[in-house]
């Protein structure tokens, strides 16, 4: 099963994953808080870095995807009308986290 972990104080992320819940029809990711005990235990020593504030973290097989990326990639595995946005998970992080930084202050509730 495929595992999304975000921040659970984080207005932005919460909504994020309230709509991927709603598009996965077919039960295949667990949604789990990054401050939860799976988490701390996952992401420990030099993995804690992926346990920052307002993050979405998308772990695919062996793959890792954060934040904008993470989203992204989601999006263009639910096969609904968002994909077609999901498509930009190809871009790399530092040019599209921005925008998701932007989008986790400017919704804050």
Known sequence: MKRV???????????VVNMLKKMDKKNQYTFSS??????KTLFAGNYGFLRKKKSIVFLEGKRVWVRANAVLRLFWLTKTRWKYLGALF???GFLIN???RLGALLIRH
């Open 5 to 15: 972990f975000y921040d659970d104080n984080c207005p932005f992320c919460i909504k």
């Open 90 to 92: 190809v871009i790399p």
């Open 98 to 100: 921005p925008f998701y």
């Open 34 to 39: 990054l401050n939860g005990t799976k988490a």
